[in-house]
């Protein structure tokens, strides 16, 4: 049966290889996906590099195995290319939190503010920004907006705090209580918990997670940048407070290293939807095909292309 299955693994494999090449096709891949998808994905990263990926391609065609604002991104950057999802509704909570009217009104109370928004937008909101960020840029395009005034920022209240201390900003947030629900679930007490089980262990979390085991951490930053502390810190053991996805791909990158979830309950299933058949399958019949009116996609590309200059 294993053997069975593996030629079937290997079969797939090669078909989704063929067809990239017959379709011009690329296909991009969050840390957060599974490991049997990334291994196919021609760019593999956070948001940031995924941001990159999509706007050096010369493919005709995107397959984004994600979520909805990160195929919506490639779309922006992309208008003349077929950017397909090989699911239907990889929605990111998080990035519907942040309404136009919420930014809208806003934007009226502040006069004069800019607007920095998280890439976990929608493309209809971040078309109203001056920038976006990543969690991988977040602090240093801070640091270069809002002048004398309060920078706007949404719409994750966490990242918020990890931007107002690390960058020094004054910042609103809006909505004042958005969040993202896999990264907020991790609670100062699980990280407690974990720490008494694992005592010499470093500390890495994501900045969406909650401030006060951000405040709890040796490293706070991006998946990559997670990837990367990892990798060249002395240290040998590490509790990871993130999607465990990140747990299983620190052990592949760093083998001789020990990595704990500070949660095993931290899965990000909507990333978890692209498999490896769905993504032959989106190949084959093109027929998730993500698109963003003309009007929203060409004013947002102008905060996304700031921030591809950023960085
Ligand atoms: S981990 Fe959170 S922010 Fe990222 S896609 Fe999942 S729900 Fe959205």
Redesign the pocket.
Known sequence: MRNVMSNEHIRRIERIESLKREKNAIILA?N?GRAEVRAVADAVGGSSRLTEAASETSADMIIVC??D??AEMAVVLNPDKKVISPVRNAV????RQLSRNDLDMAKKENPGAEVLLYM?SLADTIAMADCVCTAANALPIARTMGGDLPLLFGP?HNVSYYIRKGAKKEIITIPDSGF????HKISLVDLIHAREMHPATQVVA?P?CRPEVQDHTDYIGSTGGIVRFCKESDGTEFLVAA?VGLSDMLRDEAPDKTFYPVSEATI????KMPTLAKVEEALVTEKFQVTVPKEIADAARIPIGRMLELS
């Open positions: 969050h957060y994600g979520v604002f990160m990111c909570p998080l990035a976990n994750d993202c629900p896999v990264h994501h969406e999607d990000c299933a909507r990333m």
